[in-house]
Every structure is written in structure tokens, then in C-alpha cells.
């Protein structure tokens, strides 16, 4: 799973911001400073560069606009921390925009995968050893239309007003009814990986470590389905 870069040097990220909330217009340094963050974000789209570029494109049009944004905030948090989030917000429109502009009838996938910081983890320790072996290879092996919403939900951030709209459901209740299916279609998954892994490991005295943590992941999914019900 590929972690998404650190903001460096936010002291003189934030001196670049308020130069350029001065000048009216953003500087190449201050994109220069934020290139590899966007390029994170979208890096498993399919065209990343092109979604790079259209993100910086809007902040250059729509420079008036943030600016005003920054400037509703900065009393309360950093100009670095407001301007990475309001790009990961249009970065996520953008990319979403990008693949209903390719998607065929048949429906692609949108090839983005669930970020570390996702709500669908509720638990952080579970991550790191979690997710190659269990958590990613199983969100993969959904039906679309799971991973789908899951994606727009816990990965984009969309309400579910936003996914109604985007995927032409008749109401927000649908969009609620499939994400709970989606849910404990994921978590069920789960378990079924784990109870498989734990057939293939569970006689391998050197894989204690392993064992723990299937029991454990499963443990998690069996009580996420308690919490959806």
C-alpha cells in the first residue's frame, strides 16, 4: 500500500501561501511544494498526470475562491493544512470525474485503493500487517458495485447525498442500504480469508505471529458486523 507523502518544511510552505495570497495568484514553487502530495493521491488512476494536472489547472483558475477559503480558516489552523485539504477534496472530484468521463457500460474499475486513513479500519494496529495479506487482496475480490461505494465513502469521503447523485440512485436511503450491504459483504470476506489463511498457517509453529493476527483480524470483522446491525 502506497503512504501518502509528508508536507515538509510547513513553516515555509505557509510563507509561500500568504506571498501568494498577497500577489493574487499561486506561485510555481507553491505547486512545486504540492506536486507530490496531489500526485499521491491519484496515483494508481489512470491517467494520473493528466488528473495532476487539472487539479492545478482549477487552483490557478479558481485562485480567488481558495484564497478566500484560506482566509476563512486561518485563524484556526495552518494555511499548509487548509490548502492540502481543500486540494484532496478537489483532487477526489476530479479523480471521480475522470473516471465516469472513461467508464463503459460494462462499468471499470475506478483503480483507486482504500486509504490507510480510511474510517473502514476504525482500528490503526490492525493496518500495517493487515492489509497486504488480508484487508486489500479481499476489498479486490468484491463485487463492483461494493467496492464502488466503499471507495466513494470511505476512501473519497462522500455523503451520501453526493453518491446518490453520482451513481443515479432514486435516494439517499439507497445509497445507505448499499453501502450496509457492501459493509458486511467486506467484513464476511474477511473472515472467510482468515479462516482460510488460519488452515494454511495454523500448523506452522514459526508463523505464531501470523495466527495471532488472523484470529484477531476476524475478531474485528465479527464485531464490525455487530456494529452494523
Given at each position: 500500500?502506497?503512504?501518502?507523502p ?9 510563507s ?13 514553487e ?33 485562485w ?12 484556526s ?47 490503526d494496529?490492525y ?68 479462516e ?14 501470523n ?19
Amino acid at each position: 500500500m502506497k503512504r501518502m507523502p509528508l508536507i515538509k518544511n510547513s513553516s515555509i510552505i505557509d510563507s509561500e501561501i500568504m506571498r501568494c495570497l498577497k500577489t493574487g495568484k499561486p506561485s510555481n514553487e507553491l505547486i512545486r511544494f504540492y506536486f507530490p502530495f496531489v500526485k499521491a493521491l491519484c496515483w494508481k488512476s489512470k491517467d494520473p498526470e493528466d488528473v495532476v494536472q487539472e487539479v492545478f489547472t482549477i487552483l490557478t483558475v479558481e485562485w480567488g475562491s481558495v484564497s478566500n477559503f484560506i482566509s476563512r480558516y486561518i485563524s484556526s489552523n495552518k494555511p499548509n493544512k487548509i490548502l492540502g485539504g481543500w486540494l484532496k477534496i478537489i483532487t477526489s472530484h476530479v479523480k471521480f470525474d475522470f473516471y465516469e468521463r472513461e467508464k463503459t457500460p460494462k462499468g471499470n474499475d475506478m483503480n483507486i485503493d482504500i486509504a490507510p486513513e480510511s474510517e473502514l479500519y476504525h482500528d490503526d494496529r490492525y493496518f500495517e500487517d493487515a492489509d497486504p495479506l488480508i484487508l486489500a487482496p479481499t476489498f479486490e475480490q468484491l463485487e463492483e458495485r461494493d467496492k464502488t461505494i466503499i471507495r466513494l465513502k470511505h476512501y473519497e469521503g462522500y455523503s451520501h447525498a453526493e453518491i446518490k447523485r453520482y451513481l443515479r440512485l432514486t435516494s439517499e436511503g439507497m445509497s445507505r442500504k448499499l453501502l450496509h450491504i457492501a459493509m458486511r459483504n467486506f467484513y464476511i470476506s474477511v473472515i472467510k480469508r482468515c479462516e482460510n489463511l488460519l488452515s494454511i498457517y495454523g500448523k506452522a509453529d514459526e508463523a505464531k505471529k501470523n495466527v495471532n493476527l488472523f484470529r484477531d483480524v476476524m475478531s474485528w470483522a465479527k464485531s464490525s458486523i455487530g456494529r452494523l446491525t
